[in-house]
């Protein structure tokens, strides 16, 4: 029994909050967790630049709703479903993630939420789990899963290292260098040879 684990954001989709970024002309929210390995210190950082800023969920959802997912990630996500189970695994949110799930046929999404207070502010969030990436994947082989993962940032390596067999897709040059043992992606066909040689 095979499955297929899949980041979202950098591989199927591009950042939310660079675009978010882009929209809003504040560069400081640029920043992603493919630059930041703590999770809880970058989502703190992007909390107060939101709060100093006065940018509100419906802002925020209103750039998601105008994002498109990669170029092929739909053929790609069809692809899997037609070979074997497919989960995608984030640090999304579920107020973020709906305008880009409809667009990629509805897969099963495994993320967290945000918490909103009654003006519409994001005053903070709740992680379905720590590290949940992880644990999801051991969860899913102890249950006799064969485990294929990829993702792209430092947020995926543990969720990689779990894995049966993983990759990187597309990671920065900081992960190339760092994770030396991990095979490294540039697109979908390159990843699919691997899931073929897989499962």
Known sequence: MYIVC???????????????????????????????PDYDKLMQYRLDILKENNIKLKDIQNVIETME???GALDFINWIKERTELILLSDTFTQFAKPLM??????TLFCNEL?????????GYKL????????????????????FSAGDSYNDVNMIKSSDAAAFFKPPQTIIDE???IAITNNYEQLRDLISKYV
């Open 102 to 107: 409809k667009k990629l046929g509805y897969p």
């Open 115 to 123: 918490i909103i207070d009654n003006d519409d502010n994001i005053t």
């Open 128 to 147: 379905r789990q720590k590290d949940g990436k992880k644990h999801a994947v051991t969860a899913l082989k102890n249950i006799g899963f064969n485990v």
């Open 69 to 71: 997912p990669f170029e």
């Open 179 to 181: 994770y030396k043992d």
């Open 6 to 36: 899949l980041d979202v954001e950098g591989v199927l989709v591009p950042e939310i909050w660079i675009n978010v970024a882009k929209k809003t002309n504040i560069q400081s929210l640029t920043k992603t967790t493919r630059d930041e």
